[in-house]
């Protein structure tokens, strides 16, 4: 166990491509960790998804042994955190395991809304700021002006912020050497009872269930009985151990160390994020603050493509559950997409993340509905039902009033670009709060109805700013809306998959834009079929798709006819592909395409 | 029996055509062809030749004395019967029509001459290398020399308008003979055409315009006595190429020489043939064995009832249900059948009989693909006399 004062746990608070996975990888060789042969880029990102897309998302940790000039050997925790908005919580419990993080900015890019988001959290935890100017390289490197914007953005002393770049190494000794000079560490006493913080939890196929803690007080060892508090389960201790990144098996952890343990635990759902664990016997009383459940905010259907595939669908979403207990999943059933489920999310990474890996880890073919989001519906008979699923809209008459979620939303966007993203913010109804300037660009502050949101809110606004503008929300709420269901129609049947509820202002535009996408998207059938969206009974917008004219092949003769089959069994497979609904065939990508409108 | 050399490429043609610009060994050819002719004479014993068609490439750069070799060996090996149709395809240039007397003589009673278009400017345009003049006068050799002929056309073309069309067809019309062959241009993957339309450097007529060319040619063959007794093709009653409509009836054939396909019936079961593409790896590789056949595989009746139906739909007559049904014991689905009957896309004729009507001839393919997804095991009641 090592002493208390020469522990440093820290984080490392950065946005997307600001460098935090190279900065941690060079920190790591430092402290020779890992040889150059198992160095591979960016350590600590180990799923595919995580590496390809530069984001993490679990938090994972890892243990350095520094050794400072002064000749003492320091114990580096370095938790590498989410980075995304969807995972605010977890980072929110990774901060709270630390006494310091390590804000990267681009020294060319400056801050961005999601590293506000981050710092102020940070902040929040009472945690100690050491900001890094990374790339500083580059020549559209502008330390002074990105120092200037963190003290007026965050608030903090920028003077002492280390230029580094952590691509070439150069001046990555510094951070280590900050980090023991100028982080605090931990504070903890080994005598009274365990209260350790459940940082993050993930299934291993060797070892199980495999928990992150920070102890805070006492100690965690081999064969002890510890009990999580939010539930009172109690389990027994099997192995305590570190990540360097490597695993390394230890006896004990103590006071204000970072590790791992397995207690025989099945599910990563007995194990939630923000819990606090104790010793059965000799129980802390008081646990750590901030624990709270998990909670979905925005829900979709994914069906898969080929029905056949429903039994491996729910095979591979249990197993993906395994390990991340905040994505749920029920069996639902559409008259359009047959079997499926209906899943909550974080958000929208989070949900176009799980989809990956069940396409990918799982090879699954899968169709996604649009996304939504949970409607609190007042009936008229006092009660109120919570809606995830537009299909399960009750009839108009019965409804009193819908209330929706809103959230706030901070966007930093270059001036040039701030009349097309003001623009975009007033097109999804949101209403502007704040109007603020950080060097030349623009800080909005804005409440949006998260329906807009969810709704390829993020894709229009890259497209708008050209990629420059970030963005960052948390739930403020819910308030009623003019809400209506709209159904789409295809051959004058419903489709109940590309139903939607939207703000009634909304509804038309909404309904044009989808009618003229699933235009583009059905083939032309051997008859005509009209498209239309309505609400209610009131169509408010048609197109036709008309009924197809020539498709012969000119020329078929004895030589051809191989080919011509081998044709024909494409076209099946081709057909098995699309969903029939009625006597119309429609391709997958007609529901997803109902994600991605532009309406412009 | 397929001649796979052309005198050049043209930039539409995705057929099994070489160019071979050091000449050809036309006798080792022609040994080539006469051995794997031999191993289908065996192949296919008991059998009567009803028709034969020397396709290609061009089949009319061979020399008449080969033609009539192969003829000669055809009828050393099979029985053939009286007036059976052999028919050859004919370049209309005035080379090739100085040597019809000659193929004439070696048993030919058939041509079928690739026009393609009657103006110069458009040959040019399709690679063509004779003049429409040649054209006329190989189309009046034909039909002084031959007891029938066709030629081919090919239209909706690039920027070519309905009303050229219906000039040029008019034209074709008062010098066909019984038979026609009018094909829509193609845009096959891999030709030079195809680069140039995936560069939109080449427009073709597409949709509704492709379907208002069609329309015209129907209505204007059927005024001149010629109907379509298949997508492309025309002809005056009892006049249609019997060679094709063995393809299209799905009938047995043996496909002889380099990228030649044939079906025929073994044991039962119907089997699928096709031989090496490459002229020169084909001949070495008959010569070193007894053919060039690089496969001869068993169909499943899935497939066969696939083939059967995709290919008998071309046809105006359409396919015996009767017939499919007791080879391969699959019927298309009655409430597919009559979907498409409500569409007026196809007809019954006839108690087991089904036909694409005219406005379902031109959306063939989704027919086909609708009519082939729906195949259930037919019914023990069905007809199964047809």
């Given at each position: 166990?090592?002493?208390?004062?020469?522990?440093?746990?820290f984080s490392i608070i950065?946005?997307?491509?600001?460098?935090?996975?190279?900065?941690?990888?060079?920190?790591?060789?430092?402290?020779?960790?890992?040889?150059?042969?198992?160095?591979?880029?960016?350590?600590?990102?180990?799923?595919?998804?995580?590496?390809?897309?530069?984001?993490?998302?679990?938090?994972?940790?890892?243990?350095?042994?520094?050794?400072?000039?002064?000749?003492?050997?320091?114990?580096?925790?370095?938790?590498?955190?989410?980075?995304?908005?969807?995972?605010?919580?977890?980072?929110?419990?990774?901060l709270?395991?630390c006494e310091g993080a390590v804000l990267?900015?681009?020294?060319?890019?400056?801050?961005?809304?999601?590293?506000?988001?981050n710092v102020?959290?940070a902040?929040?935890n009472?945690l100690e700021i050491l900001?890094?100017?990374?790339?500083?390289?580059?020549?559209?490197?502008?330390?002074?002006?990105?120092?200037?914007?963190?003290?007026?953005?965050?608030?903090?002393?920028?003077?002492?912020?280390?230029?580094?770049?952590?691509?070439?190494?150069?001046?990555?000794?510094?951070?280590?050497?900050?980090?023991?000079?100028?982080l605090?560490?931990?504070?903890?006493?080994?005598?009274?009872?365990?209260?350790?913080?459940?940082?993050?939890?993930?299934?291993?196929?060797?070892?199980?269930?495999?928990?992150?803690?920070?102890?805070?007080?006492?100690?965690?060892?081999?064969?002890?009985?510890?009990?999580?508090?939010?539930?009172?389960?109690?389990?027994?201790?099997?192995?305590?151990?570190?990540?360097?990144?490597?695993?390394?098996?230890?006896?004990?952890?103590?006071?204000?160390?970072?590790?791992?343990?397995?207690?025989?635990?099945?599910?990563?759902?007995?194990?939630?994020?923000?819990?606090?664990?104790?010793?059965?016997?000799?129980?802390?009383?008081?646990?750590?603050?901030?624990?709270?459940?998990?909670?979905?905010?925005?829900?979709?259907?994914?069906?898969?493509?080929?029905?056949?595939?429903?039994?491996?669908?729910?095979?591979?979403?249990?197993?993906?559950?395994?390990?991340?207990?905040?994505?749920?999943?029920?069996?639902?059933?559409?008259?359009?997409?047959?079997?499926?489920?209906?899943?909550?999310?974080?958000?929208?990474?989070?949900?176009?993340?799980?989809?990956?890996?069940?396409?990918?880890?799982?090879?699954?073919?899968?169709?996604?509905?649009?996304?939504?989001?949970?409607?609190?519906?007042?009936?008229?008979?006092?009660?109120?039902?919570?809606?995830?699923?537009?299909?399960?809209?009750?009839?108009?008459?019965?409804?009193?009033?819908?209330?929706?979620?809103?959230?706030?939303?901070?966007?930093?966007?270059?001036?040039?670009?701030?009349?097309?993203?003001?623009?975009?913010?007033?097109?999804?109804?949101?209403?502007?709060?704040?109007?603020?300037?950080?060097?030349?660009?623009?800080?909005?502050?804005?409440?949006?109805?998260?329906?807009?949101?969810?709704?390829?809110?993020?894709?229009?606004?890259?497209?708008?700013?050209?990629?420059?503008?970030?963005?960052?929300?948390?739930?403020?709420?819910?308030?009623?809306?003019?809400?209506?269901?709209?159904?789409?129609?295809?051959?004058?049947?419903?489709?109940?998959?590309?139903?939607?509820?939207?703000?009634?202002?909304?509804?038309?535009?909404?309904?044009?834009?989808?009618?003229?996408?699933?235009?583009?998207?059905?083939?032309?059938?051997?008859?005509?079929?009209?498209?239309?969206?309505?609400?209610?009974?009131?169509?408010?917008?048609?197109?036709?798709?008309?009924?197809?004219?020539?498709?012969?092949?000119?020329?078929?003769?004895?030589?051809?006819?191989?080919?011509?089959?081998?044709?024909?069994?494409?076209?099946?497979?081709?057909?098995?592909?699309?969903?029939?609904?009625?006597?119309?065939?429609?391709?997958?990508?007609?529901?997803?395409?109902?994600?991605?409108?532009?309406?412009? | 029996?397929?001649?796979?050399?052309?005198?050049?490429?043209?930039?539409?043609?995705?057929?099994?055509?070489?160019?071979?610009?050091?000449?050809?060994?036309?006798?080792?050819?022609?040994?080539?062809?006469?051995?794997?002719?031999?191993?289908?004479?065996?192949?296919?014993?008991?059998?009567?030749?009803?028709?034969?068609?020397?396709?290609?490439?061009?089949?009319?750069?061979?020399?008449?004395?080969?033609?009539?070799?192969?003829?000669?060996?055809?009828?050393?090996?099979?029985?053939?019967?009286?007036?059976?149709?052999?028919?050859?395809?004919?370049?209309?240039?005035?080379?090739?029509?100085?040597?019809?007397?000659?193929?004439?003589?070696?048993?030919?009673?058939?041509?079928?001459?690739?026009?393609?278009?009657?103006?110069?400017?458009?040959?040019?345009?399709?690679?063509?290398?004779?003049?429409?003049?040649?054209?006329?006068?190989?189309?009046?050799?034909?039909?002084?020399?031959?007891?029938?002929?066709?030629?081919?056309?090919?239209?909706?073309?690039?920027?070519?308008?309905?009303?050229?069309?219906?000039?040029?067809?008019?034209?074709?019309?008062?010098?066909?003979?019984?038979?026609?062959?009018?094909?829509?241009?193609?845009?096959?993957?891999?030709?030079?055409?195809?680069?140039?339309?995936?560069?939109?450097?080449?427009?073709?007529?597409?949709?509704?315009?492709?379907?208002?060319?069609?329309?015209?040619?129907?209505?204007?063959?059927?005024?001149?006595?010629?109907?379509?007794?298949?997508?492309?093709?025309?002809?005056?009653?009892?006049?249609?190429?019997?060679?094709?409509?063995?393809?299209?009836?799905?009938?047995?054939?043996?496909?002889?020489?380099?990228?030649?396909?044939?079906?025929?019936?073994?044991?039962?079961?119907?089997?699928?043939?096709?031989?090496?593409?490459?002229?020169?790896?084909?001949?070495?590789?008959?010569?070193?064995?007894?053919?060039?056949?690089?496969?001869?595989?068993?169909?499943?009746?899935?497939?066969?009832?696939?083939?059967?139906?995709?290919?008998?739909?071309?046809?105006?007559?359409?396919?015996?249900?009767?017939?499919?049904?007791?080879?391969?014991?699959?019927?298309?689905?009655?409430?597919?059948?009559?979907?498409?009957?409500?569409?007026?896309?196809?007809?019954?004729?006839?108690?087991?009989?089904?036909?694409?009507?005219?406005?379902?001839?031109?959306?063939?393919?989704?027919?086909?693909?609708?009519?082939?997804?729906?195949?259930?095991?037919?019914?023990?009641?069905?007809?199964?006399?047809?």
């Amino acid at each position: 166990m090592t002493d208390i004062n020469l522990i440093r746990n820290f984080s490392i608070i950065a946005h997307i491509d600001h460098g935090k996975s190279t900065l941690s990888d060079r920190l790591i060789q430092l402290c020779g960790n890992v040889s150059d042969r198992e160095m591979k880029e960016q350590i600590l990102d180990s799923m595919d998804i995580e590496r390809e897309r530069g984001i993490t998302i679990k938090a994972q940790t890892v243990r350095l042994d520094y050794r400072h000039a002064n000749g003492k050997t320091y114990q580096l925790n370095l938790m590498d955190t989410p980075g995304h908005v969807d995972f605010a919580y977890e980072v929110s419990r990774s901060l709270a395991a630390c006494e310091g993080a390590v804000l990267v900015v681009d020294a060319s890019q400056g801050v961005e809304a999601q590293t506000l988001a981050n710092v102020y959290q940070a902040v929040d935890n009472n945690l100690e700021i050491l900001p890094v100017l990374n790339k500083v390289d580059l020549p559209s490197a502008d330390s002074d002006r990105v120092k200037q914007q963190i003290e007026d953005v965050i608030g903090i002393d920028a003077s002492h912020a280390i230029p580094i770049s952590a691509k070439t190494g150069q001046n990555v000794a510094a951070v280590l050497e900050a980090i023991v000079e100028r982080l605090p560490p931990p504070k903890g006493n080994r005598n009274a009872p365990l209260k350790a913080l459940l940082i993050d939890s993930w299934y291993d196929a060797y070892l199980g269930v495999v928990v992150l803690v920070r102890i805070f007080d006492g100690s965690l060892k081999k064969g002890q009985k510890i009990k999580l508090m939010s539930s009172g389960a109690t389990h027994q201790i099997e192995r305590v151990g570190i990540f360097r990144p490597k695993q390394e098996m230890l006896a004990e952890l103590g006071p204000g160390e970072v590790g791992f343990f397995t207690a025989a635990i099945k599910q990563v759902a007995d194990t939630r994020v923000g819990d606090t664990v104790t010793d059965d016997k000799n129980s802390t009383v008081t646990p750590l603050p901030g624990f709270k459940p998990a909670q979905p905010v925005v829900f979709c259907g994914l069906f898969p493509a080929d029905a056949a595939q429903f039994e491996d669908l729910r095979e591979a979403m249990a197993r993906l559950r395994l390990n991340d207990a905040s994505f749920s999943y029920e069996t639902e059933s559409s008259a359009a997409l047959g079997f499926g489920f209906r899943c909550g999310f974080l958000g929208l990474l989070h949900l176009e993340i799980i989809t990956e890996r069940l396409e990918r880890e799982f090879n699954l073919d899968l169709i996604t509905t649009a996304p939504s989001v949970i409607y609190h519906i007042h009936l008229t008979d006092g009660s109120k039902v919570e809606l995830h699923n537009p299909a399960d809209m009750p009839d108009a008459g019965r409804i009193e009033r819908i209330e929706e979620p809103w959230i706030e939303a901070t966007i930093l966007v270059p001036d040039e670009h701030l009349g097309g993203v003001l623009k975009l913010c007033q097109d999804r109804r949101g209403r502007q709060k704040n109007l603020t300037y950080v060097g030349t660009r623009a800080m909005l502050i804005y409440e949006l109805p998260l329906n807009e949101v969810v709704f390829d809110f993020y894709d229009r606004l890259k497209s708008i700013s050209r990629g420059y503008a970030s963005f960052d929300y948390h739930i403020k709420g819910y308030e009623a809306g003019d809400l209506v269901k709209m159904s789409i129609l295809v051959n004058a049947e419903p489709v109940d998959a590309l139903s939607m509820i939207v703000h009634r202002t909304r509804a038309e535009s909404r309904g044009r834009a989808m009618c003229e996408k699933l235009k583009e998207l059905i083939p032309p059938h051997l008859f005509q079929i009209p498209i239309q969206a309505a609400l209610g009974a009131r169509i408010i917008a048609r197109e036709t798709i008309r009924a197809l004219r020539k498709d012969v092949i000119a020329k078929c003769y004895g030589g051809d006819i191989s080919r011509k089959r081998k044709l024909l069994d494409k076209q099946k497979a081709g057909k098995k592909k699309m969903r029939q609904f009625g006597k119309v065939d429609i391709p997958q990508e007609a529901f997803i395409a109902a994600l991605k409108m532009d309406e412009n | 029996m397929h001649w796979p050399f052309c005198a050049s490429k043209c930039p539409y043609c995705d057929f099994n055509s070489h160019v071979r610009a050091g000449g050809i060994d036309e006798a080792r050819f022609l040994n080539a062809l006469l051995r794997e002719l031999e191993h289908w004479a065996a192949l296919t014993r008991g059998r009567t030749v009803r028709s034969v068609f020397f396709g290609g490439g061009t089949p009319s750069l061979m020399r008449a004395d080969t033609v009539d070799a192969m003829l000669d060996a055809v009828s050393r090996h099979w029985p053939v019967e009286a007036g059976a149709e052999i028919t050859l395809e004919a370049n209309p240039s005035s080379v090739e029509a100085g040597r019809f007397r000659d193929y004439r003589a070696a048993g030919i009673n058939r041509v079928s001459l690739g026009v393609q278009s009657l103006d110069d400017a458009q040959l040019r345009a399709l690679g063509r290398l004779h003049t429409a003049q040649e054209a006329r006068a190989a189309i009046k050799v034909a039909r002084r020399t031959f007891d029938r002929f066709s030629f081919d056309l090919i239209y909706a073309r690039p920027g070519q308008t309905l009303e050229a069309w219906r000039a040029e067809l008019g034209e074709a019309l008062a010098l066909s003979g019984e038979h026609l062959s009018l094909y829509q241009l193609t845009i096959e993957e891999g030709t030079p055409f195809a680069q140039l339309h995936a560069r939109g450097k080449l427009i073709v007529p597409d949709g509704e315009a492709a379907g208002c060319f069609y329309d015209l040619t129907q209505d204007m063959t059927d005024r001149a006595g010629l109907p379509a007794y298949e997508i492309s093709n025309h002809a005056a009653p009892g006049e249609e190429s019997r060679h094709n409509l063995t393809y299209w009836r799905y009938g047995e054939y043996a496909g002889v020489g380099p990228g030649a396909h044939g079906r025929f019936m073994a044991g039962g079961n119907r089997r699928a043939t096709s031989t090496e593409r490459n002229p020169e790896r084909w001949a070495a590789l008959v010569e070193t064995g007894v053919h060039g056949m690089i496969e001869d595989v068993p169909l499943t009746r899935a497939e066969e009832a696939d083939e059967a139906l995709l290919m008998g739909l071309r046809l105006t007559e359409g396919i015996d249900l009767g017939r499919l049904a007791a080879r391969t014991d699959l019927a298309p689905a009655d409430h597919t059948i009559n979907e498409l009957i409500g569409l007026r896309l196809v007809q019954r004729s006839g108690p087991t009989r089904l036909s694409a009507t005219r406005t379902g001839r031109m959306v063939l393919n989704a027919i086909v693909l609708q009519l082939a997804q729906s195949f259930v095991p037919a019914k023990t009641t069905q007809d199964t006399t047809g």
